[in-house]
């Protein structure tokens, strides 16, 4: 039997989503301190941020969440990962941030931007990776620009097992195994100011890498702790 590329991702997301909820399913993950989720803290529309290739376990850290969209590439694995959104019952934005002004377009950059916007205004909560496109745990200013736009908190989250494969590859990922220990780790919330220009945001943006590694290096030591 033949299938064609919508066909193919749409199967391919069924997979990962059977095997991604068999990984939270199986992991004992650490109990969450109350009142620490952003969902848990108010009912304002949120973003939040981790690094690509530490995205694997999005769906276990945003347990209990509601009117969630997730950036998905336009790429085949953008469309996998859509369907696994869509089968975790929330909703699929497809895009992708662009630093060459021949890429904007052919990533739908900017409806993209418009539509997430859109989608915090309207009270749906929004999951981004936070990286430059293909440069690894750099964060880049799309999240910040949003924040900016919208006056909606930044929040940072780890999401971490200890049974786990590091790979070797351009955003350093991590793929989450069954029967581990998990820790999920959020920071505090993080605002832009309307006013602020291209040198704050590139403070802020320092700031975002700097937490976000600090976070997922807590919540490793914190597994290590429970050997």
């Not at 949120?46 to 376990?57: D, E, N």
């Not at 769906?59 to 590439?73: F, M």
């Not at 350093?172 to 006013?195: K, N, T």
Request: aromatic letters at 8%.
């Amino acid at each position: 039997m033949r299938f064609g590329t919508g066909q193919s991702a749409a199967v391919a997301g069924r997979a990962l989503y059977a095997y991604l909820a068999f990984v939270q399913r199986t992991t004992r993950f650490k109990p969450a301190l109350p009142g620490i989720r952003p969902w848990e803290r108010s009912r304002e529309p949120f973003i939040a941020l981790t690094w690509h290739g530490q995205q694997m376990l999005s769906l276990a850290a945003l347990d209990g969440a509601a009117e969630i969209a997730i950036l998905t590439s336009l790429h085949f694995d953008g469309a996998v990962v859509a369907t696994v959104v869509e089968r975790a019952g929330f909703r699929a934005i497809r895009g992708s941030g662009a630093q060459s002004p021949r890429k904007i377009k052919t990533k739908r950059a900017i409806p993209a931007f418009f539509e997430m916007r859109e989608a915090l205004r309207e009270g749906t909560s929004l999951v981004l990776t936070a990286d430059v496109p293909k440069l690894a745990r750099v964060a880049g200013k799309g999240a910040i620009q949003l924040a900016r736009a919208t006056g909606r908190p930044i929040y940072l989250f780890a999401a971490v097992t200890s049974a786990r494969v590091d790979l070797d590859n351009w955003d350093r990922a991590s793929i989450a195994l069954p029967f581990g220990r998990g820790c999920v780790l959020w920071s505090e919330p993080l605002y832009v100011r309307r006013a602020a220009d291209e040198r704050e945001m590139g403070l802020i943006a320092l700031d975002i890498s700097t937490q976000l590694d600090e976070l997922h290096a807590t919540a490793h030591r914190l597994l290590d702790r429970r050997r």
